[in-house]
Protein backbone atom coordinates (compact mmCIF):
# COMPACT_ATOMS: atom_id res chain seq x y z
CA UNK A 1 0.00 0.00 0.00
CA UNK A 2 2.29 2.74 -1.19
CA UNK A 3 -0.13 5.25 -1.50
CA UNK A 4 1.64 8.31 -2.69
CA UNK A 5 5.78 8.63 -3.12
CA UNK A 6 7.61 11.26 -3.74
CA UNK A 7 11.79 10.98 -4.81
CA UNK A 8 13.63 12.17 -3.90
CA UNK A 9 13.14 13.19 -0.21
CA UNK A 10 16.42 15.71 0.37
CA UNK A 11 17.86 17.40 -2.57
CA UNK A 12 20.25 20.60 -2.21
CA UNK A 13 20.93 22.09 -5.72
CA UNK A 14 23.09 24.90 -6.98
CA UNK A 15 21.13 28.11 -8.02
CA UNK A 16 20.87 27.88 -11.93
CA UNK A 17 20.36 24.18 -11.64
CA UNK A 18 17.86 21.94 -13.07
CA UNK A 19 15.81 19.06 -11.41
CA UNK A 20 12.69 16.72 -11.95
CA UNK A 21 10.47 16.02 -8.77
CA UNK A 22 8.92 12.96 -9.14
CA UNK A 23 5.98 11.67 -7.96
CA UNK A 24 3.66 8.52 -8.30
CA UNK A 25 0.37 7.11 -7.20
CA UNK A 26 -0.91 3.73 -6.85
CA UNK A 27 -4.67 4.38 -6.25
CA UNK A 28 -5.77 4.43 -9.86
CA UNK A 29 -6.76 8.68 -9.33
CA UNK A 30 -7.59 10.68 -11.90
CA UNK A 31 -6.33 14.24 -10.20
CA UNK A 32 -2.54 14.84 -8.99
CA UNK A 33 -1.23 18.26 -7.70
CA UNK A 34 1.97 19.58 -6.73
CA UNK A 35 2.10 21.83 -3.31
CA UNK A 36 4.87 23.67 -1.74
CA UNK A 37 5.10 24.71 2.04
CA UNK A 38 7.26 27.27 3.16
CA UNK A 39 8.11 27.94 6.99
CA UNK A 40 4.93 29.80 8.75
CA UNK A 41 2.64 29.56 5.60
CA UNK A 42 -0.25 26.90 4.54
CA UNK A 43 0.32 24.75 1.32
CA UNK A 44 0.45 26.84 -1.70
CA UNK A 45 -0.44 25.12 -5.14
CA UNK A 46 1.82 25.48 -7.79
CA UNK A 47 0.32 23.04 -10.32
CA UNK A 48 -2.29 20.81 -10.97
CA UNK A 49 -3.79 17.83 -13.47
CA UNK A 50 -7.45 17.10 -13.81
CA UNK A 51 -6.49 14.37 -15.33
CA UNK A 52 -4.27 12.39 -17.95
CA UNK A 53 -3.44 14.71 -20.38
CA UNK A 54 -4.32 17.83 -18.49
CA UNK A 55 -2.05 20.38 -16.21
CA UNK A 56 -3.70 23.82 -14.99
CA UNK A 57 -1.55 26.79 -12.97
CA UNK A 58 -2.31 26.68 -9.35
CA UNK A 59 -1.13 29.97 -7.34
CA UNK A 60 2.57 29.99 -7.48
CA UNK A 61 3.10 28.66 -10.99
CA UNK A 62 6.49 30.76 -11.78
CA UNK A 63 9.69 29.24 -12.23
CA UNK A 64 8.31 25.67 -13.02
CA UNK A 65 7.05 22.99 -15.51
CA UNK A 66 4.70 20.00 -14.71
CA UNK A 67 4.52 16.54 -17.18
CA UNK A 68 1.49 14.59 -16.42
CA UNK A 69 2.96 11.23 -17.85
CA UNK A 70 0.32 8.82 -17.42
CA UNK A 71 -2.33 8.35 -14.78
CA UNK A 72 0.13 7.52 -12.35
CA UNK A 73 3.05 10.21 -12.60
CA UNK A 74 3.07 13.75 -12.38
CA UNK A 75 6.38 15.52 -12.01
CA UNK A 76 7.51 18.76 -11.21
CA UNK A 77 10.61 20.43 -13.06
CA UNK A 78 12.41 23.67 -12.03
CA UNK A 79 14.30 24.53 -14.87
CA UNK A 80 16.73 26.95 -13.50
CA UNK A 81 16.75 26.60 -9.55
CA UNK A 82 16.09 30.20 -7.85
CA UNK A 83 16.96 30.32 -3.39
CA UNK A 84 13.34 31.24 -3.65
CA UNK A 85 12.23 27.80 -4.28
CA UNK A 86 13.76 26.24 -1.25
CA UNK A 87 10.56 24.83 -0.34
CA UNK A 88 9.24 21.52 0.61
CA UNK A 89 7.11 20.26 -1.91
CA UNK A 90 4.25 17.96 -1.63
CA UNK A 91 2.51 15.69 -4.02
CA UNK A 92 -0.95 14.86 -3.80
CA UNK A 93 -3.81 12.84 -5.91
CA UNK A 94 -7.57 12.18 -5.08
CA UNK A 95 -10.63 10.73 -7.37
CA UNK A 96 -12.18 13.64 -8.95
CA UNK A 97 -15.36 14.25 -7.12
CA UNK A 98 -14.28 13.39 -3.92
CA UNK A 99 -13.20 15.27 -0.88
CA UNK A 100 -9.70 14.19 0.18
CA UNK A 101 -6.75 14.38 -1.09
CA UNK A 102 -3.93 12.17 -0.16
CA UNK A 103 -0.68 13.27 0.03
CA UNK A 104 3.51 11.64 -0.40
CA UNK A 105 5.98 12.66 2.36
CA UNK A 106 7.08 15.60 0.75
CA UNK A 107 10.49 16.56 -0.79
CA UNK A 108 12.66 18.70 1.06
CA UNK A 109 14.69 21.25 -1.59
CA UNK A 110 17.04 23.56 -0.30
CA UNK A 111 18.62 25.74 -3.18
CA UNK A 112 22.31 27.67 -2.45
CA UNK B 1 -4.11 38.60 1.06
CA UNK B 2 -5.00 35.76 2.80
CA UNK B 3 -8.08 34.32 2.02
CA UNK B 4 -7.70 31.66 4.92
CA UNK B 5 -6.62 32.31 8.63
CA UNK B 6 -5.39 30.49 11.34
CA UNK B 7 -4.87 33.30 13.90
CA UNK B 8 -3.00 30.50 16.36
CA UNK B 9 0.02 29.68 15.24
CA UNK B 10 0.46 27.09 18.43
CA UNK B 11 -2.02 25.44 20.84
CA UNK B 12 -1.24 23.38 23.98
CA UNK B 13 -3.71 21.46 25.83
CA UNK B 14 -4.35 19.06 28.75
CA UNK B 15 -4.64 15.03 27.69
CA UNK B 16 -8.05 14.49 28.14
CA UNK B 17 -9.11 17.85 27.78
CA UNK B 18 -11.09 19.60 24.89
CA UNK B 19 -8.65 21.30 21.79
CA UNK B 20 -10.33 24.04 19.88
CA UNK B 21 -8.49 24.95 16.95
CA UNK B 22 -10.08 28.03 14.89
CA UNK B 23 -10.25 29.38 11.28
CA UNK B 24 -11.68 32.38 9.76
CA UNK B 25 -12.29 32.99 5.99
CA UNK B 26 -12.78 36.16 3.93
CA UNK B 27 -14.25 34.65 0.83
CA UNK B 28 -17.93 33.93 0.77
CA UNK B 29 -17.83 32.01 -2.34
CA UNK B 30 -15.69 29.05 -0.70
CA UNK B 31 -18.07 26.32 -0.45
CA UNK B 32 -16.06 23.15 1.07
CA UNK B 33 -14.06 23.34 4.28
CA UNK B 34 -11.38 20.65 5.16
CA UNK B 35 -8.92 20.05 8.49
CA UNK B 36 -5.73 18.30 7.40
CA UNK B 37 -3.46 16.85 10.16
CA UNK B 38 0.48 16.64 9.92
CA UNK B 39 2.98 15.40 11.61
CA UNK B 40 6.83 16.39 10.95
CA UNK B 41 8.42 14.94 8.15
CA UNK B 42 5.11 13.38 6.60
CA UNK B 43 2.16 14.42 4.43
CA UNK B 44 -0.92 16.01 5.65
CA UNK B 45 -3.39 13.54 6.05
CA UNK B 46 -7.21 14.50 5.76
CA UNK B 47 -9.28 14.62 8.99
CA UNK B 48 -12.86 15.43 8.24
CA UNK B 49 -14.29 18.38 6.23
CA UNK B 50 -17.78 19.84 5.79
CA UNK B 51 -19.87 21.33 3.28
CA UNK B 52 -21.21 24.84 3.70
CA UNK B 53 -24.59 24.25 3.53
CA UNK B 54 -23.92 22.47 6.63
CA UNK B 55 -23.65 23.79 10.60
CA UNK B 56 -21.79 20.74 11.78
CA UNK B 57 -20.12 17.39 11.11
CA UNK B 58 -18.64 15.05 13.73
CA UNK B 59 -16.74 11.67 13.21
CA UNK B 60 -15.83 10.21 16.21
CA UNK B 61 -13.84 12.60 18.58
CA UNK B 62 -13.56 15.42 15.92
CA UNK B 63 -15.72 17.72 15.31
CA UNK B 64 -16.33 20.52 12.88
CA UNK B 65 -18.53 23.50 13.49
CA UNK B 66 -19.34 26.35 10.62
CA UNK B 67 -20.53 29.63 11.26
CA UNK B 68 -21.14 31.28 8.26
CA UNK B 69 -22.75 34.49 9.24
CA UNK B 70 -19.28 34.87 10.81
CA UNK B 71 -16.96 32.73 8.15
CA UNK B 72 -15.83 31.13 10.86
CA UNK B 73 -15.09 27.38 11.51
CA UNK B 74 -13.07 25.63 14.59
CA UNK B 75 -12.40 21.62 15.09
CA UNK B 76 -13.10 20.12 18.32
CA UNK B 77 -11.17 17.32 19.42
CA UNK B 78 -12.59 15.19 22.45
CA UNK B 79 -10.92 13.76 24.91
CA UNK B 80 -7.40 15.06 23.51
CA UNK B 81 -4.80 12.30 23.36
CA UNK B 82 -1.12 12.96 23.01
CA UNK B 83 -1.25 11.41 19.97
CA UNK B 84 -2.99 14.27 18.40
CA UNK B 85 -0.30 16.19 18.66
CA UNK B 86 0.73 18.00 15.28
CA UNK B 87 -0.02 21.13 13.10
CA UNK B 88 -3.68 21.46 11.85
CA UNK B 89 -4.41 23.00 8.38
CA UNK B 90 -7.84 24.29 7.53
CA UNK B 91 -8.39 24.63 4.17
CA UNK B 92 -11.44 25.76 1.81
CA UNK B 93 -12.41 25.48 -1.56
CA UNK B 94 -14.06 27.70 -3.85
CA UNK B 95 -16.86 26.22 -5.85
CA UNK B 96 -17.44 22.66 -7.33
CA UNK B 97 -17.98 21.43 -4.08
CA UNK B 98 -15.95 18.81 -2.82
CA UNK B 99 -14.53 17.93 -6.40
CA UNK B 100 -13.05 21.25 -6.33
CA UNK B 101 -9.42 20.97 -7.98
CA UNK B 102 -7.99 24.13 -5.68
CA UNK B 103 -7.79 24.24 -1.85
CA UNK B 104 -6.94 27.40 -0.51
CA UNK B 105 -4.75 26.37 3.33
CA UNK B 106 -4.64 28.35 6.25
CA UNK B 107 -0.94 29.14 7.68
CA UNK B 108 -1.45 26.00 10.53
CA UNK B 109 -2.02 25.50 13.97
CA UNK B 110 0.86 23.44 16.10
CA UNK B 111 -1.48 21.25 18.74
CA UNK B 112 0.64 19.81 21.64
CA UNK B 113 -1.18 17.66 23.91
CA UNK B 114 0.13 17.58 27.52
CA UNK B 115 0.56 13.98 29.16
Known amino acids: NAGVTQTPKFQVLKTGQSMTLQCAQD?????MYWYRQDPGMGLRLIYY???????DKGEVPNGYNVSRLNKREFSLRLESAAPSQTSVYFC???????????FGQGTRLTVV | DQQVKQNSPSLSVQEGRISILNCDYT??????FLWYKKYPAEGPTFLIS?????DKNEDGRFTVFLNKSAKHLSLHIVPSQPGDSAVYFC??????????????FGKGTKLSVIP
Open chain 2, 50 to 54: ISSIK
Open chain 2, 91 to 104: AASLGGGAGSYQLT
Open chain 2, 27 to 32: NSMFDY
Open chain 1, 49 to 55: SASEGTT
Open chain 1, 92 to 102: ASKVTGSTEAF
Open chain 1, 27 to 31: MNHNS
